[in-house]
């Protein structure tokens, strides 16, 4: 009867250890996935501030347009238009969430010649999140804002020399290892087209943040004149 006993005592206790170590496992996936959606939050919320920033500061569209906005410890531009506030809206969401299952090689938004649609700049911000990695959202929330702010009083003191009429689109660029994750039905997503003649481009940085599970590089690529 006591081995029986204490058979019983041991099937037991390992049952309760794999049902702890399968607790624990649960909570740190379910810590990593919370986390993951925080710094994908705070992404996005750069990458439609940004958005709007650079179309303000190109003079895209009448400053009228435009509001102010607080985003961090800076003051931003939005436009009040709530067809281009979908468009922007909805084109970082779908980079946002391919990057969050490592799935986005870059955001890249283009200006083009508004009557020929013939790229004239691109800013391309390439992102990569390691999900392994720890991050204080505080802190990387106020690098973006900051690098924000960075940009924007770079081109609002550039001087650009023909300003003619000018548009813009938001591409989403899929990572070729995760090409499967591309949503099929926005117009705007795409794998690389609208570059700029390799005989013609001028690069430049604009900006890094490596905060953690967030590496992201900001890189213009300009016509030369």
């Not at 959606?37 to 940004?50: A, H, N, R």
């Not at 994750?181 to 700029?196: A, F, K, R, V």
């Amino acid at each position: 009867m006591g081995g029986h006993r204490t058979g019983q005592l041991h099937r037991s206790a390992g049952r309760k250890r794999k049902k702890s170590q399968s607790s624990n496992w649960s909570s740190i996936v379910f810590g990593i996935m919370e986390k993951t959606k925080s710094v994908t939050q705070l992404m996005e919320q750069f990458l439609t501030y940004i958005c709007h920033e650079i179309a303000f500061r190109l003079k895209i569209h009448p400053p009228e347009y435009y509001h102010s906005k607080r985003y961090g410890q800076h003051s931003v531009h939005e436009n009040r238009n709530l067809q281009i506030q979908n468009y922007i809206n909805d084109s970082v969401e779908a980079a946002g969430k391919m990057l969050a299952v490592g799935g986005l090689e870059s955001f890249v938004f283009v200006v083009t010649d508004s009557e020929t649609s013939v790229p004239i700049e691109r800013y391309i911000f390439h992102a990569t999140l390691f999900t392994e990695r720890s991050t204080n959202t505080r802190d990387l929330g106020d690098k973006l804002s900051d690098l924000v702010a960075k940009i924007g009083w770079e081109l609002g003191h550039t001087t650009v020399g023909n300003r003619r009429e000018r548009n813009f689109k938001c591409l989403v660029v899929a990572s070729s290892s995760k090409s499967g994750y591309m949503p099929q039905n926005g117009s705007w997503i795409t794998c690389g087209h609208m570059e700029l003649p390799e005989s013609r481009k001028e690069i430049f940085s604009l900006g890094q943040v490596d905060c953690g599970m967030v590496d992201l590089k900001v890189l213009l690529h300009r016509n030369a004149s």
